[in-house]
T-cell receptor, first 118, second 112 residues
């Protein structure tokens, strides 16, 4: 079974600065998807960014980018120019590329609580 | 707004009771997923339906069941409720299997 580990329960950053959230995962599969979801105080789960394991290029969405290291099984999220609205819980998630038998469900880490200092 | 709707937003009930949570996927999405978020277990995948058929099971208890109807909405039934079932229950949907999942706002269940 796959596992996802987020070793930072809480991170704090000054507004306008850059912060990196860490995520490692364990899998024996070679092809999979990785995601970062954001959960603000409203509790809504919002997709931030998605990475396909077969793509070597790191995904980027505006101020959000990832550093995907497949051999190290590492998938960190970098937030540039942090804004107050970025304050939330951030969850790293894994999903197999092979469907069926529970593989379609996302496996989540425990989350990192990001605090933005004004 | 993801386009996924869930009702009710909040539900308070007693131990031993049965409740039904409802989810309407985004227009055109065929696959529906249910997740449970609790302080103890974090976010856990429960079950997936695709075009009316059960597709995959995760950590779903035998007291829990789900179904997806011909109009593609889904219901999660929780019975013989225990205090530990108190959690936030999310529904997510995707166009097809393996596509990105979009989450609804969740149903907060409190068992007293």
């Amino acid at each position: 079974a796959q596992t996802v580990t987020q070793s930072q329960p809480e991170m704090s950053v000054q507004e306008a600065e850059t912060v990196t959230l860490s995520c490692t995962y364990d899998t024996s599969e070679s092809d999979y998807y990785l995601f970062w979801y954001k959960q603000p105080p409203s509790r809504q789960m919002i997709l931030v960014i998605r990475q396909e394991a077969y793509k070597q290029q790191n995904a980027t969405e505006n101020r959000f980018s990832v550093n995907f290291q497949k051999a190290a099984k590492s998938f960190s999220l970098k937030i540039s120019d942090s804004q107050l609205g970025d304050a939330a819980m951030y969850f790293c998630a894994y999903r197999s590329r092979y469907s069926g038998g529970g593989a379609d469900g996302l496996t989540f880490g425990k989350g990192t609580h990001l605090i933005i200092q004004p | 707004d993801s386009g996924v709707t869930q009702t009710p937003k909040h539900l308070i009930t007693a131990t031993g009771q049965r409740v039904t949570l409802r989810c309407s996927p985004r227009s055109g999405d065929l696959s529906v997923y249910w997740y449970q978020q609790s302080l103890d277990q974090g976010l856990q995948f429960l079950i997936q339906y695709y075009n009316g058929e059960e597709r995959a099971k995760g950590n779903i208890l035998e007291r829990f069941s789900a179904q997806q109807f011909p109009d593609l909405h889904s219901e999660l039934n929780l019975s013989s409720l225990e205090l530990g079932d108190s959690a936030l229950y999310f529904c997510a949907s995707s166009v097809e299997i393996l596509y990105t999942q979009y989450f609804g706002p969740g149903t907060r269940l409190t068992v007293l």
